[in-house]
């Protein structure tokens, strides 16, 4: 029997589906030992929520016997090396976050225990949520959503006309799951896509100059910290719209800023952004042309679901001994 530990808030109805895999599975599941959600698919809980000093030794029993764990601890690093270093049998963890290699790293697990644990990531999860995001953040700034709002504050009741997106370029930047739900939901609005692979990143100063819309969908490893610079943003078409799904450090903000306050960008949809939560002094915030979301973007109400989905496959492919989907490479963290 292969121990199965679920370690994060998870609905009943879809640890009954994991039961399901396979009969060599022993899934232990005591919702009592973890923080309640406080909103589906939450994989924190309440932040006030502390076990009792037996519920900790329940649990770290629990976590002492696992070969398989779902999830780690309030999605913290520090907790995630709390529970590699508590579990001795552990071969497998399936991380709930599709940027979870960042969370590898910053665990600073010793090379034993990254050769030792096999972790996958929730990577393709979240396609569906992002991408729609970012078409919504294309349509707002497209309509000139700011005007609206600011037509709606003042009861101005104007006439004019607004821009289209049928025959606009889109570039996207990252073809990962997300970035090709991007471009199949641009392509459906009838705009022109061009992607980019991150082997192709050399192209991107070249490609934003005809961009009338940039999707930004790329990991933070060390090769794309930093790759949308100041020189990048400079190159971009005047009234270009700009969105981030992926990480915020992949873009000098201060350039971003820079861009959008001088009106050279139309505006700018971000999910992420280079210090988290967004500093109240960061001009962002003041900026009418920027949609701001608080890396909540990829949130869904089937956020679970579709984890349990790639976690089930994975178990299949853990007890069969082949390769796990979305596994992070330890080497770069993605």
Known sequence: MVRVVIATPLEPELV??????????????????????????????????????????????????????????????????????HAPKLRFLQCMYAGAGQQIRAAELTDDELGRIAFASGSGVHATPLAEWSL??????????????????????????????????????????????????GEAFGMHVTGVRRSETHRIPELVRDADAIVVALPLTDETRGLIDRETIAAMREGAIFVNVGRGAVIDEEALIDALGSRKLRGAALDVFAEEPLPKSSPLWELDNVIISPHTAALSVKENERIVELFAENLRRYLAGGELISRVRTNVFY
Request: glycine share 6%.
């Open 16 to 85: 009954d589906r994991l039961r399901r895999v396979d009969d060599r599975l022993d899934i232990a599941f005591e919702p009592e030992l973890l923080p309640p959600p406080r909103y589906p698919s939450d994989h924190v809980g309440e932040l006030d929520f502390e076990r009792t000093p037996d519920q900790e030794q329940r649990f770290a029993e629990l976590i002492a016997d696992a070969e398989v764990v779902l999830g780690f601890p309030r999605e913290s690093p520090r907790r995630l090396a709390w529970l590699v270093r």
């Open 136 to 185: 919504f953040g294309i349509l707002a700034l497209t309509k000139d959503l700011p005007r609206l709002l600011r037509d709606k504050s003042a009861r101005r009741w104007d006439h004019y006309p607004v821009d289209e997106l049928p025959g606009k370029t889109l570039l996207v930047v990252g073809l990962g799951e997300i970035g090709r739900e991007v471009a199949r939901l």
